[in-house]
T-cell receptor, first 109, second 115 residues
Framework: GQNIDQPTEMTATEGAIVQINCTYQTSGFNGLFWYQQHAGEAPTFLSYNVLDGLEEKGRFSSFLSRSKGYSYLLLKELQMKDSASYLCAVYDSNYQLIWGAGTKLIIKP | DVKVTQSSRYLVKRTGEKVFLECVQDMDHENMFWYRQDPGLGLRLIYFSYDVKMKEKGDIPEGYSVSREKKERFSLILESASTNQTSMYLC??????????????FGPGTRLLVL
């Protein structure tokens, strides 16, 4: 079956750095997305990786290793507004989007 | 900016009622999706559509149907609502390009409570 694993919950301190991991087993791979979802709101797009390596976008970076079926989202200089759930999703060989359950990130002052 | 709107943010219905959830997008995207989101389970695909009058079953279509009469509008129908359909329902759109598929854009969601 197809599966995406991410930690259920993480806690970090304001101003610090946090890394959210995502591992996947899917039938084929056509790209990996990270979305941010604040409580009670819709997911919003953060990043897209299709090739191995690190993509940096301001305070957020996303890394992909296709051989390991692994990605992480790195958040630097954490702010209270970064408290949200972070969803990992993978396009399989049929371009169906497979979603992880999300990681709830709690930021403490 | 892509705008995806859903007919209601919150909805309370009784068991057995017919429920219509409507999604409208203004970006001329070909693809539209309906998901439900429950705690600990992530997003689960109910139905999707790649064109007008076209629909495909997702992972959990039982108890639902859809309608796409116009490109910008995709409706989700619960023929006879049940308590296990209490959930957050999210509509998403996506464009097709020569390079492949683009990211999905989500509406604000409808939180449905079935009593």
């Amino acid at each position: 079956g197809q599966n995406i694993d991410q930690p259920t919950e993480m806690t970090a301190t304001e101003g610090a750095i946090v890394q959210i991991n995502c591992t996947y087993q899917t039938s084929g791979f056509n790209g990996l997305f990270w979305y941010q979802q604040h409580a009670g709101e819709a997911p919003t797009f953060l990043s897209y990786n299709v090739l191995d390596g690190l993509e940096e976008k301001g305070r957020f970076s996303s890394f992909l290793s296709r051989s390991k079926g692994y990605s992480y989202l790195l958040l630097k200089e954490l702010q209270m507004k970064d408290s949200a759930s972070y969803l990992c999703a993978v396009y399989d060989s049929n371009y169906q989007l497979i979603w992880g359950a999300g990681t709830k990130l709690i930021i403490k002052p | 900016d892509v705008k995806v709107t859903q007919s209601s943010r919150y909805l309370v219905k009784r068991t057995g009622e017919k429920v219509f959830l409507e999604c409208v997008q203004d970006m001329d995207h070909e693809n539209m999706f309906w998901y439900r989101q429950d705690p600990g389970l992530g997003l689960r695909l109910i139905y999707f559509s790649y064109d007008v009058k076209m629909k495909e079953k997702g992972d959990i279509p039982e108890g639902y149907s859809v309608s796409r009469e116009k490109k910008e509008r995709f409706s989700l129908i619960l023929e006879s609502a049940s308590t296990n359909q209490t959930s957050m329902y999210l509509c998403a759109t996506q464009s097709r390009t020569r390079e492949g598929l683009e990211t999905q854009y989500f509406g604000p969601g409808t939180r449905l409570l079935v009593l």
